[in-house]
Nanobody, 117 residues
Framework: VQLVESGGGSVQAGGSLRLSCVAS????????MGWFRQAPGKEREGVAH???????SYEEPVKGRFTVSKDNATNTLYLQMTSLKPEDTAMYYC????????????WGQGTQVTVSS
């Protein structure tokens, strides 16, 4: 199983980015997926999660600004980020939860998002 994120970069506050996560060795159609982030000196935190059936949930800091989606045909997970804030600066990771029990056993290598004020 391999998860590869892309789409990170540097933007100014208020800008947008779309992250992608392409999987090999698994199919998104039957598992749950999530986006996480870790800022320097901070613990990793959840950002958004999407069930196998497509139902999405978001952590409070990103509600109304971020949208998670997936394309089962291409095994691609997306995170559309809008109205970005400096506090969104972090390394972003996608992860797979086979049993949809909140246990993410597979992780990508991460993509850096930097938001300047």
């Amino acid at each position: 199983v391999q998860l590869v994120e892309s789409g990170g970069g540097s933007v100014q506050a208020g800008g947008s980015l779309r992250l992608s996560c392409v999987a090999s060795g698994l199919t998104y159609s039957g598992i749950c997926m999530g986006w996480f982030r870790q800022a320097p000196g901070k613990e990793r935190e959840g950002v958004a999660h999407i069930k196998s059936g497509g139902r999405a949930s978001y952590e409070e800091p990103v509600k109304g600004r971020f949208t998670v989606s997936k394309d089962n045909a291409t095994n691609t997970l997306y995170l559309q980020m809008t109205s970005l804030k400096p506090e969104d600066t972090a390394m972003y990771y996608c992860a797979a939860d086979y049993g949809c029990q909140g246990i993410y056993g597979y992780w990508g290598q991460g993509t850096q998002v930097t938001v300047s004020s």
